[in-house]
């Protein structure tokens, strides 16, 4: 008779699968070939969707978060190269023009915001794609690198924002996939023979 219960199975993936590589050890050493398959063939899905998840939550603090802020500091420097190249045809100082290009409340300072550095890029690519012949032939300054940078952080910002949805998927599939396990283990826990430790 086994020492461990079928209806006492761990609760944690890890110990899970401490259990069912056991298992499988054990039913492969005594010839139950097929047992041991349909254990391992249980265990497998059930890490896969639990790296998955745990992958998924940590991926907006190591991944999403800081390729934001990639974006933002890409914006930023867009901006200063701007004023820089604008300053010959716009004036050191701010005036109506600069308004135009986006620049308003009588300042040329970068936006503190992000929303307020989002707006002034649009405002930058509009008055860049009405004058073309102030953008740098290099194409560091452009309207088409504007829209580059705001396509970038909005592709950004959508995954982030779609994020918590895949993280809740994944953690279904991997309940799911777990459920499978320790179904498959149940049976065979119950039919086994002798200690399992």
């Known amino acids: 008779m086994s020492t461990l219960s079928p209806s006492r199975l761990p609760e944690t993936v890890d110990d899970l699968a401490t259990l069912a590589l056991r298992l499988i050890s054990r039913l492969t050493w005594q010839g139950q070939h097929d047992n041991a398959l349909g254990i391992r063939q249980a265990l497998e899905p059930a890490l896969i969707r639990h790296r998955e998840y745990l992958a998924l939550r940590t991926e907006p603090s190591k991944i999403l978060i800081p390729a934001v802020h990639r974006a933002d500091a890409a914006i930023v420097r867009f901006i200063g190269l701007c004023k820089a190249s604008l300053r010959s045809s716009l004036g050191r100082r701010w005036n109506a023009t ?70 809740r998927a994944a953690q279904v599939a991997r309940r799911r996939a777990c459920t499978a396990l320790r179904k498959r283990l149940r049976m065979t826990v119950g039919r086994a023979p002798g200690p399992l430790s």
């Open 98 to 167: 600069w308004a135009e290009a986006g620049f308003g409340d009588g300042t040329l300072a970068v936006p503190a915001s992000f929303r307020g550095r989002e707006k002034l890029l649009k405002d930058l690519r509009d008055f860049l794609r009405t004058h073309p012949d102030l953008e740098s032939t290099d194409g560091d300054i452009s309207a088409v690198k504007a829209e580059q940078l705001l396509a970038s952080l909005h592709a950004v910002r959508m995954t982030l924002h779609h994020h918590a949805a895949r993280q």
